[in-house]
């Protein structure tokens, strides 16, 4: 999935790749790349209930987010509820075996300017690269297994996740950034940095022309590196329309909040 998009006067460039991983994965992972909207989920549990809960997650943002133009931070929330909810039947159908990562990027509008409603929930990540700089904007939710997490969520040693989509009282981060001209955002499955260094993830970002280029030489090098699930990535180019780089642009965010209500929301500023 590729392609140049126009969102509130943003001109995007995005693309998404997957790559089985090792041994190969079933579907466990899935994206939806419908500006305003850059989300990923990662399912777990039996039976094929990876993968039901993953598109539970991404079909809940289908339905509760309009395509086109900016979203409406309510929109967003109603979204993540619907996941939830969605969700949390696999999950009392597993007696809680069954869930999901979500993580994204939302296109909306603060004070009357862009800005990106980061979200997460689990071990899923948002990178931005600015000016050459890679910065993490999300925060894990996991425990590393015995050896690092590096095996895989669904390999020996893997990570436990400390918050899902669908588990009871599971709540999602998000972050409020300013969107700024010539930034790349990455957004990955837990799957692509246990094989993979962040100066790896840098590098390919900085060094890779198009958005395309970046996303299947990040799955590539993850699963040559042996990645132990599926392996999805997105990137999103910004190309215009929003912030001058240098000004009033942020690269981190650092705080972890809730997504109950509007204000909780953190708005990143530097």
Do not use: I, K
Not at 53 to 65: H, N, P, S, Y
Not at 214 to 240: C, F, K, N, Q
């Amino acid at each position: 999935m590729s392609g140049r998009h126009e969102v509130g006067g943003v001109v995007l460039v995005t693309a998404a790749a997957t790559g089985p991983g090792t041994p190969p994965a079933g579907g466990a992972t899935q994206a939806r790349v419908a500006p305003p909207v850059f989300v990923l989920a990662d399912g777990t549990g039996p039976d094929g209930t990876d993968v039901a809960a993953a598109r539970a997650v991404v079909q809940a943002f289908a339905a509760e987010v309009p395509p086109g133009g900016p979203a409406a931070v309510g929109d967003v929330r109603r979204a993540l509820e619907r996941a939830h909810g969605e969700v949390g039947v696999l999950a009392r159908e597993t007696r809680g075996r069954a869930g999901s990562t979500v993580t994204g990027a939302v296109l909306t509008l603060h004070e009357g300017r862009p800005h990106w409603l980061v979200l997460n929930v689990g071990d899923s990540r948002v990178y931005r690269l600015l000016r050459g700089e890679l910065h993490r904007l999300t925060v894990d939710h996991a425990v590393p297994g015995p050896d690092g997490g590096r095996a895989g969520r669904r390999g020996t040693g893997r990570s436990t996740l400390t918050r899902a989509v669908g588990t009871p009282g599971a709540t999602a981060d998000s972050w409020l950034l300013p969107v700024v001209d010539g930034e790349r955002l990455l957004l990955c499955t837990a799957a692509l940095v246990q094989p993979l260094a962040d100066e790896t993830l840098q590098a390919v970002l900085a060094l890779s022309g198009a958005p395309a280029t970046a996303a299947a030489a990040l799955v590539g090098h993850a699963t040559r590196g042996g990645a132990g699930a599926e392996v999805t990535v997105v990137v999103v180019d910004v190309l215009s329309g929003g912030r001058s780089p240098g000004l009033d642009d942020t690269s981190r965010g650092t705080a972890t909040t809730r997504t109950d209500t509007d204000d909780d929301t953190r708005v990143v500023r530097r």
